[in-house]
């Protein structure tokens, strides 16, 4: 449920003009946004972003690929409260990672459903309860939020939050994502972000070296049979 009538500028980044004018005519039909203009290319939308100031951009992951010279830091510098929720073909932990370290609030694949994708800019704009969501949102932009700003590497325990300390035991324990998400309560992509982050945090690249700091941490005494 939409908390108040504030509407919300936003400013749509694709490659594709088709695309672009699809997703805007489905955003025009909503009281609560407006988009106030388009970009082909990541230049264009930081551009656009410094002379809009929107409150959201829903821009394709690719265009930070490649050749582009802007970054998630450049869009954000030009504008520190803008809400990044960026669209994907496919899902996969290489795209995973560049949304995080790009300051996502959202990551979404390209061919969500229209009620969905609606939800999800709501979502990282705050006009949204995470509750209210469709299951497609399974609860990945609040932790992408709070992932993104935790992403240094640490060896020490005391550095991973209470939920790291959960996530990181049980998947030492031999417990796969799917069980680590039911036993938790939580979303597989939402353990997914997470167990991404951290192995880049912690600077561990297989489940044998998780499981070795699990054990050396002391948060873990015994493997479960998988």
Known sequence: MVRNKK???VVIADGHLFFRRGLRALLDAEA???VVDEAGDAADALV???MRQP???V???ELLGGRSAVSGF???QAHPELAILFLTEQDDDRRLASAVSAGARGYMLKRTAAPELIAGIRQVTGTIEEAGTSGGLSKV????KALAESNERSKNPNALTSREQEIIRLLAEGLTVRATAAELNLSMKTVEAHKLNLMRKLDIHNRSNLVQYAVQAGLVQTVRAR
Do not use: A, E, G, Q
């Not at 932009?141 to 992408?144: E, F, I, M, Q, S």
């Open 141 to 144: 932009v609040p932790d992408l």
């Open 32 to 34: 609560d946004f407006k």
């Open 59 to 61: 821009m394709d992951l």
């Open 7 to 9: 509407v919300n500028h």
């Open 48 to 50: 656009k972003v410094r």
């Open 74 to 76: 450049d869009l954000r």
């Open 55 to 57: 409150h959201v951009l």
